[in-house]
């Protein structure tokens, strides 16, 4: 079907969402400081995981606009679609964490499943160019010790988080095949870096540490995590978004792979290098709690990213410890930040999954 080579013009107008996020805002930044041809328009509902903050540095850009806005809002995104003639849409917009999914699955319905739906008609209607649905590596599920998930793998998601994402991805895939929308989905490792929510393990147990608090490791702290750098991650979706053949997946991964505790000590190591105390102060702070996620709690996350490597030549460049390294200066350097966007949604969040245990 001709409609699925649509080529890429030079000037891209892109519409971002979830752009106010981790990844989102990472990822905007990344574009207006590597190509000059870019206009973005930023839709984001801000949630509690929202943050105009995040976007601070570049809100003078006269190539970034933000609309506060939700993605399941047809009429809105109907709306933008008129206004703006967007040739790309990249889909970062979502509910993101695995302990909220198991608290309240339902608004990961509504955004991850019905706001990407609502996305795909748009694209439906106005013919964008490429639709980059951003997915993850939690839809495949859970490994032993053994083996890395190839693009190929059974789907097979634990939680609600990772379940709507894999509807999101099917369904995605069937709107490429029923209607050519010109998709390309990327499934990421865990990312870390400066700008992340302190709900997810690095930024909170940083948090933590720099505030004296318990650093609070689910179960024996055994279950294994790939840590890839989030500007690793944002140069890999802008090649892919460039490069990579529509109707395809591409993993993006790196080789760092270790068990949550060894990552809680580093991060005690780091931090000790950072500040005047030391690593034992830091260390006395690890706290093993009953894990929140019980059998839902996948073992093993690994990807085979080959596939990206051979179409456009990328690979990870930024190694963990240095990666670590700059983020937990970022967080040192950027504590009002950190206040800034933990409201008193946090502290009720907090104490229902940490408070008992
Ligand atoms: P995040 O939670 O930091 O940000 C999500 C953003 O989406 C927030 O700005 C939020 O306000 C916005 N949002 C939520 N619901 C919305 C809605 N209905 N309409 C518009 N905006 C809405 O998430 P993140 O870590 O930056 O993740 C971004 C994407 O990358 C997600 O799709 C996630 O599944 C995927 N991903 C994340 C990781 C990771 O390690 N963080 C790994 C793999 C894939
Ligand atoms: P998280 O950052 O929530 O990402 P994922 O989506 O991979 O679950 O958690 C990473 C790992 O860290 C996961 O195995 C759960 C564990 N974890 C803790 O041990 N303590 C914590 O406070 C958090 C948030 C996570």
Redo the contacts with the bound molecule.
């Keep these: 079907m001709e409609k699925h080579n649509r080529e890429l013009p030079e000037d891209l107008s892109l519409l971002i969402t979830g752009g106010a996020g981790f990844i989102g805002s990472n990822f905007i930044r990344y574009l207006l400081n590597n190509h000059s041809n870019v206009q973005i328009t930023n839709l984001d509902k801000l949630t509690y995981a929202g943050n105009l903050e995040n976007l601070s540095d570049i809100e003078n850009d006269k190539r970034h606009s933000f609309i506060k806005g939700d993605i399941s809002n047809a009429m809105l995104i109907d709306k933008l679609f008129n206004e703006k003639d967007f040739n790309v849409i990249v889909n970062f917009a979502a509910e993101t964490?695995?302990?909220r999914s198991m608290l309240d699955t339902s608004p990961f319905i509504e955004t991850n499943i019905k706001g990407t739906l609502a996305l795909l008609e748009a694209s439906r209607e106005y013919n964008v160019k490429r639709f980059i649905q951003i997915s993850t590596d939690?839809v495949y599920g859970s490994l032993d010790n053994e083996g890395k998930f190839s693009e190929e793998s059974t789907l097979h998601p634990n939680n609600p988080?990772s379940a709507s994402k894999a509807s999101a991805d099917l369904i995605c895939l069937s709107y490429y095949k029923g209607y050519g929308v010109p998709l390309i989905i990327t499934r990421s490792s865990?990312n870390y870096g400066p700008y992340q929510f302190p709900?997810?393990?690095?930024p909170?147990?940083i948090k933590n540490a720099l505030e004296g608090r318990k650093l609070?490791?689910?179960g024996e702290?055994k279950?294994i995590?790939t840590w890839l750098y989030v500007l690793d991650n944002c140069r890999a979706i802008d090649m892919v978004m460039r490069e990579g053949k529509v109707g395809e997946i591409y993993n993006i991964g790196s080789d760092y792979e270790t068990e949550?505790i060894e990552v809680v000590r580093l991060i005690c190591k780091s931090l000790a290098e950072e500040t005047h105390k030391n690593k034992e102060y830091y260390e006395a702070l690890i706290t093993f709690i009953d894990d929140p996620?019980g059998a839902a709690?996948?073992f093993r996350?690994a990807l085979d990213y080959e596939k990206i490597k051979n179409t456009t030549g990328w690979k990870p460049t930024t190694d963990f410890t240095t990666g670590l390294k700059e983020t937990i200066k970022w967080y040192i350097n950027n504590r009002e930040w950190i206040n800034s966007v933990i409201t008193g949604e946090y502290q009720e969040y907090y104490s229902k999954v940490?408070g008992k245990r």
């Design positions: 964490h695995v302990d939690e988080y865990n709900e997810k393990l690095i909170l147990m609070p490791v689910y702290g279950n995590r949550n996620r709690h996948d996350y940490y």
